[in-house]
């Protein structure tokens, strides 16, 4: 079996006195979605943001391509310029055009010409549906549409992979469906993708495998079919009960039939 595309081993994460990811492994496979569920303060943004490095994990290792990010002598710049990032909040400078938005690291980070990065960004701004948007200043576009300049502003950075959290949390409901297009497109095309998310039917359809994670640790780990449809774990059955009916988790919470916990 080929190398993960990225491999995470016993991941420690604290802050201060507070054990946030409590030894998670992990390994997502060249092209595989693994889509991440699990409560609010499970440390699934941790976890995302462990693997780009953005935090420093406390202990345990981190490979992406092949190359240990967590290895003091990495150079973390050009490590990190294989991982795309997409946040909730999309992070547009508002005083540049959608263009620029997208040439700026382009020539900041990789150094490309003028006309090349241009040229980067307009394919991307095609691939997302926003062609006609280049020229437009963020705020003139919808929610979904920002969402959507910032994923090909990652995508404009050639990633190998793409990290996605909570990508579409902040949206208007009749908005998100044009974002998971999107990212349902790029898998796909084969990217090799992790996406926090709650959105279940996108993790059902698109995910090849979903991690549901509750106190920084991994739960349970297996395909949409598993995790989803026949979760082993009363901790699993308890969150999507929440998520699918939130009144109906309630009195279940008020049962005394709480075995695992
Ligand atoms: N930069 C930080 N400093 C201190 N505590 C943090 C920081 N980032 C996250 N935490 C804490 O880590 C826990 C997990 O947070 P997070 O990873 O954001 O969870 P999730 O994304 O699953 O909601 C929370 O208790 C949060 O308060
Ligand atoms: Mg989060």
Do not use: W
Not at 136 to 161: C, D, F, K, N, T
Not at 170 to 179: K, M, Q, R, S, T
Request: with cysteine.
């Amino acid at each position: 079996m080929s190398t993960p595309e990225i491999l995470v081993r016993d991941l420690h994460k604290s802050f201060g006195a507070n054990e946030v990811l409590r030894g998670i492994d992990l390994e997502v496979r060249r092209g595989e979605v693994v889509c991440v569920i699990g409560p609010s303060g499970s440390g699934k943004s941790t976890l995302l943001r462990c693997v780009n490095l953005l935090e420093e994990p406390s202990r345990g290792q981190v490979l992406v391509g092949g190359t240990e990010l967590t290895d003091p002598d990495v150079d973390i710049d050009a490590a990190r310029r294989r991982i795309g990032m997409v946040f909730q909040q999309f992070n547009l400078f508002p005083h540049l055009t959608v263009t620029e938005n997208l040439t700026l690291p382009q020539r900041r980070v990789l150094k490309r010409d003028r006309a090349s990065a241009a040229r980067i960004a307009a394919e991307n701004l095609q691939r997302v549906g926003l062609a006609e948007k280049a020229d437009a200043y963020p705020a003139a576009l919808s929610g979904g549409q920002q969402q959507r300049v910032a994923i090909a502003r990652a995508l404009a950075m050639g990633p190998e992979v793409m990290l996605f959290d909570e990508p579409t949390s902040a949206l208007d409901p009749e908005l998100v469906g044009d974002v998971l297009a999107v990212m349902r497109m790029l898998a796909d095309e084969g990217m090799t993708m992790m996406v926090v998310t709650h959105e279940m039917t996108f993790a059902r359809e698109v995910a090849d495998r979903v991690v549901f994670m509750d106190g920084g640790v991994v739960v349970e780990d297996g395909t949409p079919e598993q995790v989803i449809g026949d979760p082993g774990h009363e901790r699993t059955r308890h969150f999507l009960s929440r998520l699918l009916d939130p009144a109906m988790a309630e009195m279940e919470q008020e049962s005394p039939d709480r075995a695992d916990r």
